[in-house]
């Protein structure tokens, strides 16, 4: 696909993406996943954490500064990856809706990244890095 600093960039800029767009979406009803897990999520709780199986944000940031992926942070809480997988595909995907809506994007531009949300989703959640070193 691209070398390794491209990919750690587009990762990044989803990450980014989701997590701007769940402060966006703090009005809207919870994206729904085929996942009992996320199913759970009440109101106030982020359906993000509750289908990876996380308490919090910092459990997440620590275990991935850690060298843990998010597929080893769902096994580790007992919850299934693909949830996390489908949750992230379909709020991304909905975020690049409403940038096509709002004409920030392109119609070119949004079927060219809706076409890449799967694969990078998909392989960003099996994905370890090295463990961040002590400061």
Known sequence: MRNPAQRWITVCTIALMLAMGSGLATDKAAASTSSMNANRASPNEDSFLVSLGAQ???EVRDALKEGHSLA?????????????IELQIKQLTEQLKERLRSGSITWEQF???RAEIPSLIESSAYEAHEPAMAR
């Open 56 to 58: 919090d944000d910092e």
């Open 72 to 84: 080893d942070i769902a096994a580790g809480a007992g919850t299934d990856v693909r949830s996390v």
């Open 111 to 113: 079927l060219a990244y």
